[in-house]
């Protein structure tokens, strides 16, 4: 994947800030299933290691598509946080 298409090339699975939300892909706990993907395509894309990442493109996706991804997601590894630290996803 090129980096010039990731949100944060050092830190490709986040923490990256989108808007006013703090997005977080656990790559211990991602299990390549896409949900994520299908959901929020201009968000999320596998790796090489079918692990999420964040793309720059990620603020084309309105906020409730990318907490909706993170619900979409089998074993729940998308922490989203607002702006002030609070956790919207997973509770």
């Given amino acids: 994947m090129d980096n010039q298409q990731l949100k944060d090339p050092q830190n490709p699975s986040g923490p990256v800030l989108v808007r006013n939300l703090k997005i977080h892909v656990d790559r211990d706990l991602c299990i390549g299933a896409a949900t994520c993907v299908a959901i929020a395509p201009k968000t999320f894309v596998l790796d090489s290691e079918a692990k999420a990442i964040i793309l720059s493109t990620a603020d084309e ?9 993170a619900k979409g ?3 729940a590894a998308i922490i989203v946080e607002d702006d002030k630290g609070q956790r919207i996803f997973p509770q």
């Fill in 73 to 75: 997601c089998p074993v």
């Fill in 61 to 69: 996706d309105p906020d409730s598509v990318i907490i909706d991804a």
